[in-house]
């Protein structure tokens, strides 16, 4: 993987988040972040089974869904980039307590609108 393309893509996105995923054909028992993107690859919605309790699944929509109906999923690789700025703010003021960035913080900057994309 070339990451000097993955942050090129992430500074011209304009998104606070950017994850990379598989396009594979996917299960839900596979441990991976499942995500539900729209036709301009903004994440909408994120599950994933919890790691603590895997009876648990941990699932968010986003506020920016729309009327798109080219939505496809996606199996989250657990690799990130993250504006500065949205990191402190993530950590400092909406998930001072998290513990875990892809099962806590993903899905939270999700559940408050933030843009997430691929």
Do not use: C, W
Request: aromatic share 6%; glycine share 6%.
């Amino acid at each position: 993987m070339d990451y000097q393309k993955l942050i090129q893509a992430h500074r011209q996105s304009k998104a606070d988040i950017t994850i990379v995923a598989l396009s594979a054909e996917i299960s839900r028992e596979t441990g991976l972040g499942i995500l539900e993107v729209n036709s301009e690859n903004q994440v909408v919605e994120f599950s994933k089974r919890s790691e603590k309790e895997p009876a648990t699944i941990i699932s968010v929509k986003s506020p920016r869904k729309s009327n798109d109906n080219g939505y496809k999923k996606l199996a989250s690789m657990g690799i990130y980039v993250v504006k500065k700025e949205i990191m402190i703010k993530l950590l400092s003021e909406h998930f001072p307590k998290a513990n875990g960035f892809g099962s806590e913080v993903i899905p939270g900057a999700i559940s408050i609108g933030m843009k997430v994309s691929l």
